[in-house]
């Protein structure tokens, strides 16, 4: 985004984040999905690492055995093949 879109953005935000009574509010943006999206990547990878720099990371699960951890959770009863 270019710095005068963003900062349009947020003076746009701002104002419409104010009411008559000074009392702030909830207000949608209007933002893609895709990049939306990205920003929740964004913060999930910077959680990550800071969780990874702190050591509050423990051992990493295998992708199979994850995948097999949320199927059962959800309650399909399915479960992959072992092996593969």
Known sequence: ???E???ALGDFSR???SNDRGVPR???LPIATAAFAD???ALALARRERDRALGR???LI???EVRRMLLDAAGTGFSP???R
């Open 39 to 41: 920003l929740e990547d």
């Open 26 to 28: 909830a207000v949608p």
């Open 1 to 3: 985004m270019k710095p």
């Open 81 to 83: 093949p072992q092996g």
């Open 57 to 59: 990371i423990g051992a």
């Open 15 to 17: 104002r419409a984040a």
């Open 62 to 64: 295998p992708h199979d």
């Open 5 to 7: 879109t963003r900062g």
